[in-house]
Every structure is written in C-alpha cells, then in structure tokens.
C-alpha cells in the first residue's frame, strides 16, 4: 500500500451537501474514499483522450439482422480487427432484433475507429461505445 497523505479542501456549504448525498447514495465509506475514486476516474478519463494509449473498449449495439447484409458486414468488420477483440457475445432480442456486445484492448483512438465502423452501418439501430483505461 502507498503512503497516505493527508490535505486539506475548501469547498462551499450547498456543494458538500450535495456531495455527501451522493456518497450516502454510493455507499461510500467515507469522503476520502469518494474522493480518491473522483480523482482515478477524472485521470482515466483524461488517459484514454490520448489515442495511442492502451485502453479498453465495450461496444454494444442493437440491429436488425434482416434489413440489407449487416450481419455479415458486422461480422467481417470483426474479423478485420481480431487481435483487438477480447470477447464477443451476441443475444437474440426477438425475430428480427440482436444486441451484440463486443470487448476491445487496443489503443484509444483504434478502438473508436473500430466502433465508428461498426456503429454507422445500415441496420445497427442504436449503439455505444464505453472507453475505460487503468488511471496509472
């Protein structure tokens, strides 16, 4: 474990309050902690702005496997990136709609290329990309 360090921080009545709600709401154990998990997030965050650092990637879309080819051009837009892919999973919505759930590790600004060409085919009704990497 790291040495800890203690600081001090002014902050205004109104926003304390509203953070200590959203502890309690969290279950948060103490402020320390919702801070130190404020700060790893905001640095995450700025990490993955970086396009060539190492980052993971969940895609997740929703189409409509009968309208045109998509599912063979989503399937070959895979096989084109199969050293970046870490895990697919496909669900059966009903007779015409899937989710299809896709696990990425690769560089930041790969990932959302890969995610642009999967997302902007005709068929995909609706789709999301969640970029996430290691703070450190």
């Known amino acids: ?13 109104d926003l304390l309050k ?7 709401k969290k279950k948060y154990s ?3 902690e919702a801070i130190r998990d404020l700060i790893r997030d905001k640095l995450a965050n700025e990490k993955i702005k970086d396009i060539n650092s190492l980052s993971f990637g969940v895609i997740s879309f929703v ?10 051009k989503l399937n070959n837009i895979q096989h ?4 970046s892919i870490v895990f697919t999973t496909h669900v059966h919505i009903d007779h015409e709609n899937c989710l299809e759930i896709i696990i990425l590790k690769e560089k930041a600004g790969k990932i959302k ?12 009704e609706q789709g999301k990309l969640t970029l996430m990497a290691s703070y450190k």
């Open 113 to 124: 290329s890969i995610s642009d060409n999967l997302l902007a085919l005709k068929g995909v």
């Open 1 to 13: 474990m790291n040495k800890l360090t203690r600081f001090g921080v002014s902050i205004e009545d």
């Open 30 to 32: 103490n402020r320390s």
């Open 18 to 24: 509203q953070f200590e709600k959203l502890n309690a």
């Open 80 to 83: 084109d990136f199969l050293k």
């Open 63 to 72: 189409y409509n496997h009968h309208k045109g080819d998509v599912q063979k």
